[in-house]
């Protein structure tokens, strides 16, 4: 069974950074996007966005092989955000951010933190997830489940959010397999972390199965982990 690892990247960003971290991260953003973080009206979600934005300019950086202040960034008008030579996604929550990247596919993610207070709307649900909910031990958690593969579908095609994505049949998700759609894209239930649950949609046109990719931490990237041990060195001696 091949692999997706080598096709399609799944990485994984801390959000809660500390205040020297957060002001390298500033630094790669746009002015543009430095006035929409300051339209956000709390501190934390400030930080936060600000946060996933950096980390994205960096990874984007390091994978097209330019200063990750001079990544193209652009927004179509659904929203979806895009770079030339590159397909990649990207979801927040909490205090984590999931980024997908590939060379090859178009990706859709979504990761959403598991809050008791926030259940999934089962109108959202299509007849057949319904019934893989009302059989899960945990109804919530399934419903959930059912929810972040729509949104990383939705995401990775740039649909948005609208009232298809009830027809969408996330039902596989809920035992732990793929969902493969008619349009040939493929969703997979994905392990983020405790608290989280995600899901990562691929624009697969390859034949066969294919395993989805581990998360890793973004810091942990092959172009990305020398400069991060720098930095810690020499704040470590006294540096910034
Ligand atoms: C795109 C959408 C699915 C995002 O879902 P979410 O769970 O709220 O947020 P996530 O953190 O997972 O994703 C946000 C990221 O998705 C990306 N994004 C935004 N619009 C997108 C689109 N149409 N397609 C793909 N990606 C999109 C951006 O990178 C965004 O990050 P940013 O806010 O830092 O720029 C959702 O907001 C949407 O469908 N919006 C359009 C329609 C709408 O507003 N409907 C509201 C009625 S329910």
Redesign the pocket.
């Known amino acids: 069974m091949p692999s997706a690892d080598r096709e399609v990247q799944l990485w994984r960003a801390d959000l809660d950074v500390s205040p020297a971290q957060l002001r390298r991260l500033i630094g790669y953003l746009s002015a543009e996007e430095l006035t929409r973080a300051a339209r956000l009206r709390r501190e934390r979600d400030r930080r936060r966005?600000t946060a996933?934005?950096g980390w994205l300019r960096r990874l984007l950086g390091a994978e097209l092989g330019v200063p990750a202040a001079t990544v193209a960034l652009r927004v179509a008008a659904?929203?979806?955000?895009s770079v030339p030579g590159l397909c990649f996604?990207?979801?927040?929550?909490g205090t984590l951010a999931l980024i997908a990247v590939s060379h090859e596919h178009e990706v859709?993610v979504?990761v959403e933190a598991v809050t008791a207070d926030r259940p999934v709307p089962e109108r959202f649900l299509c007849a057949a997830e319904r019934t893989a909910v009302d059989g899960a031990a945990d109804r919530s958690r399934a419903a959930l489940q059912c929810w972040v593969g729509k949104?990383a579908y939705?995401?990775g095609t740039?649909e948005?959010?609208d009232d298809r994505i009830r027809e969408l049949d996330m039902s596989p998700l809920v035992a732990s397999r793929p969902a493969t759609l008619p349009d040939g894209w493929s969703v997979w239930p994905i392990e983020v972390g405790p608290g989280y649950m995600g899901a990562l949609a691929v624009g697969w046109r390859g034949s066969g199965d294919i395993r989805p990719p581990r998360v890793r931490p973004v810091s942990s990237h092959p172009r990305l982990a020398g400069a991060t041990r720098r930095a810690t060195v020499a704040r470590a001696v006294g540096g910034v």
């Open positions: 966005w996933a934005r659904s929203g979806k955000p996604s990207l979801s927040h929550s859709g979504d949104e939705v995401k740039g948005g959010i």
